[in-house]
């Protein structure tokens, strides 16, 4: 052990020196230990050391286990194990941390995050939450998706990339939330119900990069599984890395292993689409032309087989000319024949029918009627001029014609009495009385209202 001079406040060191002198302290006094605690933070870089914090409620040990020491380990090392790491404290002194060289594991039983996902796996599972019965079909072709997610992570940077390099020109709208931490879970369950009742979009996206068990704790959360399997619009979850699962992904419509591995599920390739419409379009083309070949093929066998279409339709024209011809012929003939033979017949019917007769008596008929007919006209012209005279004299006493030069006819109106008495003079009518004035054109219906009466 490299002890410090008593001094030491008066001596200045180097940085190196300082951490050097920690180092052989550390090292001096935690040569062998064994420390109990929580596996997170696992990485494995490509020099094949694996890398983690061992934990527990009060803190954190960053630890190292070399590649060589891996081959005596019971089992690989995952976040969430609860185990007893052997080995030394050191110091890594470009940085300045301190860290425990691991030489070998002791597993005894997963952490208290691993049971408690453990324990709500299987207790939602019973429930059917997981069953892929319930789980609803997402949209191919995808318009307008909400993203949960925290606007500040590097994975919805690469989710957006994927979009655009897709060239699909769907509507992105960012729900921010946070995605760790106390009050993350509900906070995310609050913005699937929201999205659902106020936004109109056909998916929805939980996205968050990947982390630690308890980074991602939230997306373990009762609540948050509850409000996905509620949700009415489909749900992708696209949580951490490929190796990372959560209650969230067992409960959505689909997972992703990561957040682009979603932005390339969920966004068709546009240029894909592009080409494959255009490779189609080839092929029906072809497909047309080659239809139209075979159909000209077609087409020509049969006009071999059949021959000159038009010399055979002008033969058979030329044909039907001439039975035509012929026909019309026989029948003028047959007519003819035939009218000859009903003239004879005629001539011998129209010598010995009493027609002849008959039109005689009807040319006599005919004279004597018209002979009636004159003499009733002069006897009823007649009449008339007689009429005429009498009307011309029975007009010129009529008192319609008094009438038309103004002249009025008053009747005096009685009741229960057959037929109204003419009013000669004022003494036959009383005020209040009923009256009718005849006109020439009509009649007036009237009162009496005052009689006055004019002496001689």
Request: with cysteine.
């Given at each position: ?7 030491a406040?008066?001596v ?22 064994r ?39 019971a ?13 030394r ?10 860290q425990?060289i ?75 939330v946070?995605v ?14 929201r ?22 704790w ?21 949580i ?13 419509d ?18 894909f ?11 029906l ?7 139209l ?10 006009r071999?087989?059949?021959g000159n279409?038009?010399?055979t ?8 000319d ?17 009218s ?6 005629s ?7 009493p ?5 005689l ?10 002979t ?38 008053v009747r ?44 001689g």
């Amino acid at each position: 052990m490299t002890l410090l001079p008593e001094s030491a406040g008066a001596v200045i060191f180097t940085v190196s020196q300082i951490s050097r002198s920690i180092r052989n302290l550390l090292e001096g006094e935690f040569c062998f230990v064994r420390v109990s605690g929580e596996i997170s933070n696992l990485s494995r870089p490509y020099s094949g050391h694996s890398y983690f914090t061992l934990k527990d409620a009060g803190a954190q040990l960053r630890s190292v286990l070399f590649k060589g020491q891996q081959r005596y380990l019971a089992k690989e090392l995952r976040d969430g194990q609860q185990v007893v790491c052997h080995g030394r404290i050191s110091v890594y002194e470009p940085r300045g941390d301190y860290q425990l060289i691991v030489d070998s594991i002791d597993f005894h039983g997963a952490g208290l995050l691993q049971l408690q996902f453990e324990a709500l796996k299987k207790r939602l599972a019973d429930e059917g939450l997981f069953e892929a019965g319930r789980k609803k079909t997402l949209p191919k072709f995808p318009r307008k998706i909400v993203v949960v997610t925290s606007p500040s992570g590097a994975a919805i940077h690469d989710f957006l990339k994927i979009w655009k390099n897709r060239g699909w020109g769907a509507r992105i709208q960012i729900f921010p939330v946070r995605v760790q931490g106390t009050g993350a879970a509900e906070e995310i369950a609050e913005a699937i119900v929201r999205v659902n009742a106020h936004f109109d979009a056909e998916l929805i996206v939980l996205c968050r990069g990947g982390g630690s068990l308890e980074d991602l704790w939230a997306f373990n959360e009762e609540c948050l599984a509850r409000a996905i399997v509620a949700s009415t619009i489909p749900i992708v979850s696209a949580i951490g890395h490929e190796v990372d699962f959560t209650i969230a992904d067992f409960c959505a419509d689909l997972r992703a292993p990561t957040p682009t591995g979603a932005a390339e599920q969920i966004f068709p390739d546009a240029f894909f689409w592009q080409q494959q419409v255009f490779s189609c379009k080839q092929q029906l083309i072809r497909l047309i032309f080659h239809t139209l070949d075979d159909y000209s093929r077609q087409v020509m066998q049969n006009r071999r087989l059949l021959g000159n279409l038009d010399m055979t339709l002008s033969h058979l024209s030329l044909q039907v000319d001439h039975a035509s011809s012929r026909s019309m012929h026989c029948m003028e003939r047959a007519l003819q024949r035939q009218s000859f033979k009903l003239a004879q017949i005629s001539a011998r019917f129209q010598s010995q029918s009493p027609l002849t007769r008959l039109t005689l008596q009807a040319q006599q008929l005919h004279h004597i009627s018209q002979t009636m007919i004159q003499r009733m006209q002069g006897l009823l012209y007649r009449k008339s001029a007689t009429f005429s005279v009498h009307a011309a004299r029975l007009e010129s006493v009529s008192p319609l014609a008094t009438l038309a030069r103004g002249y009025a006819i008053v009747r005096k109106k009685k009741e229960g009495r057959k037929g109204d008495e003419i009013v000669m003079t004022s003494s036959q009518v009383n005020a209040g009385d009923q009256i009718e004035v005849l006109l020439h054109d009509g009649s007036l219906e009237c009162e009496v209202s005052t009689v006055r009466t004019i002496r001689g």
